[in-house]
């Protein structure tokens, strides 16, 4: 180990943090094609990761489950996806993304402020130089999936706004 290491950069953190949220996450069965199928981590819009989230979920298994990531601009890509990161680019269009994600089991990560209020389940929140993250257990519940206990324990827990 160098002397001089970096920190990890603000996304090479949310990255780690999102290849745990998969670990402490069940899917209903028919979230996916069958047994064997891998998680698709989708990144919706601009990818602020670069190649932090490839490098943290590489190799790495959830479940016996292989991890794959894919970027894509198109909504209708995302209905493929277990996990979609929702960047910053696409705030604006926030309802008309979750709109399109309603009925799946799909874990919707995103950044922008109120995220988790106005559907989302995981919001990442900056919190001076840590991250933070709320979860909206509403959200959490239609989707059909099932958090770890420790999971919600680290959480500011969160519901819809109406």
Known sequence: MRAQDSP?????????????????????????????????????????????LDDAVRGKTSGNRNIGVR????LQDLNACQIVFV???????????????????????????????QGGQIQFVPEGKRIRFTINVDSVNRARLRMSSKLLALAEIVHDTK
């Not at 990144?43 to 670069?50: A, E, I, L, R, W």
């Open 87 to 117: 960047s910053n680019s696409e705030s604006e269009h926030l309802r008309e993304i979750l709109a399109g994600l309603r009925g799946s089991s799909a874990l919707i990560i995103g950044e922008s402020p109120h995220f988790a209020e």
């Open 71 to 74: 970027r894509t601009k198109k």
């Open 8 to 52: 990890p950069s603000e996304y090479q953190l949310k990255a780690a943090f999102i290849y745990n949220f998969a670990k402490f996450v069940d899917w209903p069965p028919d979230a996916f094609t069958d047994e064997k199928s891998p998680i698709a981590l989708c990144v919706y819009g601009k990818d602020p990761f670069g190649s932090a």
